[in-house]
C-alpha cells in the first residue's frame, strides 16, 4: 500500500503526492465515504505509476473548515503594520480560529516599512502571549530570508484580512508573481481559477497554501468552558479557581483573573476572552 498526500482535488480526481516526481492521479474507492480534503494524507493502491486508487483517509492533525485543508504544518495569520491599520481584536480572533482547528499559528506583520513602532509593539505584545511573531516587508524584501527559512519540507498556510499585502509577500516568498496566474509545473493550474484553499508549490514536498476565505466563524458551536482553550497564555493559570466550573468571569477567587490583575495576562487579551464569552452566552440564552 502507497500513502500520499491529496495536493489538489479537481474534476473528481485528487492529485496526490507519493514522494515521487510526479503527482499520482486518483479516484476514490466507490465504498469509501469519507470525506477528503486538501492536505489529506491517504492510503492507496497503485494500478499503474501515475494513477491510483484512494482505499482511506489517514488520521488529521488538524483541519480547518474555509478554507477547506487538513493537516498544515504551520500557518502564517499576515496582518499590515499599517494600511490597513492592525486590529487587535481581529488578530485574537483569527488566533482563536487555528487554535480551534488543532494549529497553533504564527503571526506576520508585513508593510514594516510604514510602521516599525507599530509593528513592533505589535511583536511585543504577541510574544510574550507567546506566539512567534515575524516582521517583514514584500516591498523592500526584509524579513523574507527568515520566512524562507521555516518553509521546508512542509505545508504553510498564509491567512490573513484583505489589503495586507499577502499576496505580493505569496509572490516574493514563491519568486514568481502570483497575480499575473502563473502556472505551477508540479500542479499544472495557474492561481486565480478557483476560491477554494490552494497550494502553491515551492519545489519537492513544499507546499505554500493561500487561504483567500480565512473565516472566523469556526468556533461558533463552541461551549462557553471551551473557550479558555483557545488561549494559550491564559490556560496556564485555570484548574485552581475555586469553582471547578468556573468560566473566569464574575466568578470569585479565580485564578485567571488574579493572573490579569498581576499582569501575568495581558489585560486586552483578557477583555477578547470576554467579548467572545458574551457572545456565546448571549447566543446560548437565544437558543433556549
Ligand atoms: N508599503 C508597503 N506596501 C505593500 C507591502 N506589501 C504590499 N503592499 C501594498 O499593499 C497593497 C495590497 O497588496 P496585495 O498584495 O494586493 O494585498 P492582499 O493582501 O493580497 O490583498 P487581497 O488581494 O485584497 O487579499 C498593494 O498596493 C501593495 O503594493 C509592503 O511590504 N509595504
Ligand atoms: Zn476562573
Redesign the pocket.
Known amino acids: 500500500m502507497t500513502t500520499g498526500r491529496v495536493i489538489k482535488n479537481y474534476n473528481g480526481f485528487y492529485y496526490v503526492d507519493t514522494g515521487d516526481q510526479e503527482l499520482v492521479e486518483c479516484r476514490r474507492r466507490g465504498k469509501l465515504k469519507a470525506k477528503i480534503l486538501v492536505g489529506d494524507r491517504l492510503s492507496l493502491t497503485m494500478v499503474d505509476d501515475h494513477k491510483g486508487v484512494i482505499e482511506a483517509v489517514l488520521p488529521r492533525s488538524n483541519a480547518l473548515r474555509r478554507p477547506a485543508v487538513a493537516n498544515i504544518d504551520q500557518m502564517f495569520i499576515?496582518m499590515?503594520a499599517q494600511?490597513p491599520d492592525p486590529n487587535q481584536f481581529l488578530v485574537d480572533k483569527m488566533l482563536m480560529t487555528c487554535e480551534y482547528a488543532g494549529i497553533h499559528p504564527k503571526l506576520c506583520f508585513?508593510?514594516?516599512?510604514?510602521d516599525r513602532e507599530k509593528a513592533e509593539q505589535y511583536q511585543s505584545f504577541y510574544q510574550d502571549c507567546g506566539y512567534d511573531v515575524y516582521l517583514?516587508?514584500?516591498?523592500?524584501g526584509e524579513g523574507i530570508d527568515a520566512l524562507l527559512r521555516l518553509l521546508p519540507q512542509k505545508i504553510t498556510a498564509f491567512g490573513?484580512?484583505?489589503?495586507?499585502?499577502?499576496?505580493?509577500?505569496?509572490?516574493r516568498i514563491l519568486g514568481r508573481d502570483l497575480?499575473v496566474g502563473q502556472v505551477s509545473e508540479k500542479i499544472k493550474r495557474g492561481r486565480h481559477t478557483t476560491r477554494h484553499s490552494e497550494i502553491l508549490c515551492m519545489d519537492d514536498h513544499t507546499y505554500v497554501v493561500d487561504t483567500?476565505g480565512f473565516s472566523s466563524l469556526e468556533f461558533e458551536n463552541l461551549e462557553p468552558r471551551e473557550l479558555i482553550q483557545l488561549f494559550p497564555d491564559m490556560m496556564p493559570y485555570t484548574g485552581t479557581c475555586r469553582f471547578n466550573s468556573c468560566l473566569h468571569y464574575h466568578e470569585p477567587d479565580c485564578c485567571v483573573k488574579h493572573a490579569v490583575a498581576e499582569g501575568k495576562i495581558r489585560k486586552e487579551r483578557y477583555e477578547t476572552y470576554c467579548k467572545i464569552l458574551e457572545s456565546i452566552l448571549e447566543r446560548k440564552r437565544f437558543a433556549w
Open positions: 499576515i499590515a494600511s508585513n508593510k514594516c516599512d510604514l517583514v516587508s514584500a516591498r523592500t490573513g484580512p484583505s489589503g495586507v499585502g499577502k499576496s505580493s509577500l505569496l509572490s497575480s483567500p
